[in-house]
């Protein structure tokens, strides 16, 4: 029997390059698409196209032959990036692009199934200012008040998919991840998130040193690790729901508690300082009630064992000094073609 043929598109990021992992190892026959390579690993796709999904073109050639979507590419990065508002254009107009071009085409191609990451910035910022008790149920996001542009476009594109799936019967999986994270994802450059940038600073940090965080550290979030976010997609991926849905854990942590918990982690001995930065909400966790009775299903993995996994990789990129990953400026990038050679595999430009 023929293989499923997939498109990966992100393939070259982190969540993407675990997925592409994941579905060869399902059997898949794996396309994937990103302006660059993974930068920690070589890919396991069948086929890599480096190309720009912002260019129709790419986009209509990405799709083509392919009868599953995953649609992961996005400009993100961690809060250093989202949430000052320097990017907030350029966030904006490159995903929402990116959506527009992958499922009109994607359409036009005869798609059978799409999944489209959403995310947890599109809940309401009012219901997440008590760090004990976010109100991040599927339902609440309406009335829409995300905290960030970033949010506004994830909201913008889920409509996309749904209004895709009502006008023209596209069958649509939608998830809203909450901050994943593991090894291979980004660590240094400005786009990390905190349990990478904890993660770093505490191995960087001699013994009796101590760590910096953004804030007094009272603001809670929850952390799903990698594998269980790359379940929950197959399986929302293989199920008739179209979501959206959470898929995020239920173990909420204050930061100033992932600090401690990866310097516990780490054996050293460090003092937390608070700093001030861009923080976000005030509270986010994930609420599994309508994934568990879709799914039959749900993350359950502890947070500590997967801060063990990546510090300890995290750890081993530290003292191979290896240097500042790319934190890549999407706005200063030209549209490129199939040419591995137009991108520099990982540098700083
Ligand atoms: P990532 O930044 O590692 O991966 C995104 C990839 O998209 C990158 O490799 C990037 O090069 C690629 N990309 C960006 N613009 C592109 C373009 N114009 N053409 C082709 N490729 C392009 O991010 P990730 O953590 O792997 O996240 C994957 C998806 O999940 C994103 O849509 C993100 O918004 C969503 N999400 C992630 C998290 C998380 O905690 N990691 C949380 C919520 C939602």
Not at 262 to 270: A, Y
């Amino acid at each position: 029997m023929a293989r499923t043929r997939v498109l990966v598109c992100g393939a070259g990021g982190f969540i993407g390059g675990h997925l592409v992992g994941r579905l060869k190892r399902e059997g898949f026959w794996v396309r994937g698409v990103d302006l660059k390579y993974p930068e920690f690993s070589s890919t396991e796709a069948d086929e890599f196209v480096i190309g720009d999904l912002r260019d129709q073109k790419i986009a209509a050639e990405a799709v083509d032959g392919m009868q599953d979507v995953y649609q992961l590419a996005a400009d993100m990065g961690g809060a250093g990036y989202i949430f000052t508002g320097e990017h907030d254009a350029v966030v904006m107009h490159n995903s929402a692009t990116i959506n527009l071009n992958v499922l009109e085409y994607g359409r036009q191609s005869g798609i059978a199934r799409f999944f489209y990451s959403s995310s947890a910035c599109i809940y309401p910022a009012h219901n997440q200012e008590d760090p004990g008790n976010p109100i991040c149920s599927e339902e609440s996001a309406y009335p829409a008040a995300p905290d960030s542009e970033y949010g506004w476009e994830k909201l913008f594109s889920e409509r996309l998919y749904l209004a895709y799936m009502r006008n023209y019967g596209t069958r649509v999986r939608i998830a809203r991840f909450h901050n994943i994270f593991g090894p291979q994802g980004t660590w240094d450059g400005g786009r990390e998130k905190a349990p990478a940038a904890i993660c770093r600073k505490v191995a960087q940090a001699p013994t009796g040193g101590s760590i910096e965080i953004w804030g007094d550290g009272t603001q809670t979030r929850s952390f799903l690790y990698i594998d269980e976010c790359v379940e929950g997609l197959r399986r929302l991926m293989e199920s008739d729901f179209p979501g959206p849905v959470n898929i995020g854990s239920e173990e909420m942590i204050s930061i100033r508690g992932l600090a401690e918990l990866v310097i516990s982690i780490s054996g050293k001995q460090l003092r937390i300082e608070s700093i001030p930065g861009p923080l976000g909400v005030r509270g986010r966790n994930s609420d599994n009630r309508l994934i568990r009775s879709r799914l039959g299903w749900a993350p359950s993995g502890r947070l500590a064992d997967g801060m063990k996994a990546t510090y300890d990789w995290i750890r081993d990129q530290v003292l191979a000094a290896k240097p500042a990953s790319a934190s890549r400026r999407l706005d200063q990038q030209k549209p490129v073609g199939r040419t591995a050679a137009a991108i520099p595999h990982s540098s700083d430009d």
